[in-house]
């Protein structure tokens, strides 16, 4: 079986880093990744792990308003760069973050996160927002958080399964996170460029993104 491990030392250092600003009471996510591989007759022919680097603007303009507690007057529908809080939906149109208040309304704009494998080998940008698509058949997926209560973290794990249905190897060089909203709109959340993972004819791949959000002690 073949392993494939993508700048682990980096993911380490991350996370010690986390452990650090979280006795400061700063908030630091860490995000990795991890995937395998099954043949046709069920058995795992490779496995990889990685660090993540894959924030996008739509995603770093939310935790700005939210964690920065951003001047809502900076919020723009026009303008997707530096200055401006706003959100690129996978069409191009711009928009703004929405702000709710309930529980309700949160999860009505913010669903749960969908994962994407990719053949776009585009180099990683700041600003990528385009639809991930790969030519595999998307198939179940799942989101589950949960509250370490000995590192204090919470870990929030989001799963899906890609079947190559095909007669030709498909190359996945990218990997990310587009968030569905209200009325299905969706924006690009992270994404992630590497090296080509081979998936097979007849083949399974299993994507895992892993979100850590560290908690100061009380």
Not at 47 to 72: C, M
Not at 82 to 97: A, C, P, Q, R, V
Not at 136 to 154: A, C, D, E, M, Y
């Amino acid at each position: 079986m073949k392993i494939r491990e993508y700048q682990l030392a980096e993911l380490d250092e991350a996370r010690r880093l986390q452990d650090e600003l979280a006795k400061l009471h700063v908030p630091s996510p860490v995000l990795s990744w991890r995937y395998e591989i099954t043949d046709e007759n069920g058995e795992v022919t490779e496995r990889g792990i990685g660090k993540s680097n894959s924030y996008t603007r739509n995603t770093l303009n939310a935790l700005a308003y939210y964690v920065g507690f951003a001047d809502y007057h900076i919020a723009s529908a026009t303008i997707f760069a530096d200055g401006s809080l706003s959100k690129k939906i996978i069409n191009g149109t711009i928009s703004t973050i929405n702000v709710e208040s309930s529980y309700s309304a949160m999860r009505q704009y913010n669903a749960n996160p969908s994962l994407r494998v990719g053949i776009n080998a585009a180099e990683e940008s700041l600003d990528s927002y385009a639809a991930i698509t790969s030519g595999l058949t998307i198939g179940g997926q799942s989101v589950s958080s949960t509250f370490n209560t000995s590192t204090r973290k919470l870990i929030t794990i989001i799963s899906g399964s890609f079947y190559n249905e095909t007669a030709a190897e498909i190359d996945i060089v990218e990997s990310g996170v587009q968030m569905v909203g209200y009325n299905g709109v969706t924006h690009l959340a992270l994404r992630d460029v590497f090296s080509p993972i081979a998936v097979a004819p007849g083949a399974t791949l299993n994507w895992t993104y892993v979100t850590e959000i560290a908690y100061p002690n009380p």
